[in-house]
């Protein structure tokens, strides 16, 4: 890797060309050597603004520093659990020291949340207790939803199913736009068993960077296919080791863990093809790679993306699989990924999602669901078998006026208390108080969910809406 930083330095100094990084170091020089250059800078501009200040890097830190040498007229927006680009050398510090560097900062905690329904953020404010930084909690000002749905499922093709049912069944029962809809994935190997169940389906779907046949393994496979002239599975075999596939190799970067995924991928294509049509040439196969994965080109439809894409971006509904132990946090060969940086990954995926949010895993195989699921209480309980249905429930939770009538007060106390509606009462217990209708304080304990504090804060209020029913 020295050897090649070198070579693409010199280069660039052969060539007279400069990268973004050099505009930086070189602009941050300029003011270091030409004190009259940042003299004009600082003359011209009085304040500044920078936004998502959680992704600063040293270089960008230093370049404003030298634009407002001794003056304290900056304001920063960041969200310190949103640091998602340590690996470009962003770092969480710039913002959470900017109190100790500008001792005269007004902090203001931007907490009201208009995209999420409550349920939502009760999940995201679970997580939030793990992420240290500046603590906040979101507040809704969005009405109730449904509950965050956590499910496994008995293996990976059985997640799939189940992900685009619940596609199907929120674009049909509640109007949800397919547009509206997210899968939002690790690394861009998962999407390929995506668009296939998606392009199977008939369902519109779109690749937010990354799609299949343009990653660099089977983009390569097919400009090289359109010259062979073997069988179809002889041909793919060829030309994935003449790549470098490795059904062994166990690399250090996600990109190779989606390059090796796809080009295995592209074997099981071509041996699946072959054995349908064992006379079909490579010209059938391509035409069938097309069709296959043909829906994406409409550019409209779901979106399949990872988590880094999907920061800033809202949808309605969001489906985040394979939440497994290796996935997230991700593991691959000798390279562990920070557990605080893709702890912060979940947090942004959760957070995308305004109304419906489903969180699922497979359960086959040696992979363990991932621990953050624990922290946000919708993990499988430990020691304990799982029911894996086939399929994702798209309404949760209970009806009924009674339940309405409760968790409306449950809104209002929270409010008043100034605490996320979870703290006052799981809709699970709310649910259950509705079905039991608890008569005084004895039948209300023995809910469960109602503990001693509660019952002393909370019972007089609830049985005097269960007495008006």
Known sequence: MLRVYEGYERRKLSSGRIDFEDMLSLAVQLFDEYPAAVAQVRERFHAFTVDEFQDVNPLQAALLDRWLGERDDVCVVGDDYQTIYTFTGASPSHLLAFPERFPNATVVRLEENYRSTPQILDVANKLANRLGGFRKTLRATRPEGPEAVARGADDEQAEIAAVVKAVRDLHAGEHVPLEEMAVIYRINARSEPFERAFAEAGIPYQVRDGAFLRRPGPRAVVQRLRRETRSVAEAVTRLTDALGFDPEARPDSDEEVTRQSDLGRMRALASEFEGDQPDADIAAFLAELARRFSVELSGRGVNLLTFHRAKGLEFDAV??????????????????????????????????????????WPSDGKAKPSAYLDEIELGPPAGRSVTKPSSLPVRVGRGGQLFDRLKDWRRKRARADGVPPYVVFHDTTLAEIAEQRPGDWADLAAISGVGPAKLERYADEVLAILGAN
């Open 319 to 360: 489906f985040l699989p394979r939440l497994l132990d290796g996935e997230l946090p991700f593991r691959s060969g000798r390279v562990k990924a920070d557990p605080d940086d893709e702890r912060r990954l979940l947090y942004v995926g959760i957070t995308r999602a305004r109304r419906f949010l489903f969180l699922t």
